[in-house]
Nanobody, 125 residues
Framework: APVVESGGGSVKTGGSLSLSCRGS????????AGWFRQAPGNERELVAT???????TYAEFVKGRFTISKDYHTNTLYLQMNSLEPADTAMYYC????????????????????WGQGTQVTVSS
């Protein structure tokens, strides 16, 4: 079954949005799951990860503003985004990996598979 993302949209600076990602299989709950984003002309960058046991890590540019979480029963990954800024404008993707979230590999997008289709987040000033 495909990985299905939902949420996203357009907000003003300081607004909030919530993304969700329904994973297939057990990788999203039993592995390292993460959110990435890609703005036009930029590389896809890691935003946040959450481990099998629920330990979350964040990129410096979203710390204190974004929260990653997951629901083990529904195999769904979430990203709550608060205090949004125009620099957060990008296509957001979810993905999962069997690598440990604490490993160097978890920082690399090629360690991930089962990507979502992407959802656009646009923040205007």
């Amino acid at each position: 079954a495909p990985v299905v993302e939902s949420g996203g949209g357009s907000v003003k600076t300081g607004g909030s949005l919530s993304l969700s990602c329904r994973g297939s299989g057990y990788k999203y709950t039993s592995g390292c799951a993460g959110w990435f984003r890609q703005a036009p002309g930029n590389e896809r960058e890691l935003v946040a990860t959450i481990s099998r046991l629920g330990t979350a890590t964040y990129a410096e540019f979203v710390k204190g503003r974004f929260t990653i979480s997951k629901d083990y029963h529904t195999n769904t990954l979430y990203l709550q985004m608060n205090s949004l800024e125009p620099a957060d404008t990008a296509m957001y993707y979810c993905a999962a990996s069997w690598t440990s979230c604490g490993s160097i590999s978890a920082l690399r997008r090629w360690s991930y598979s089962d990507w979502g289709q992407g959802t656009q987040v646009t923040v205007s000033s």
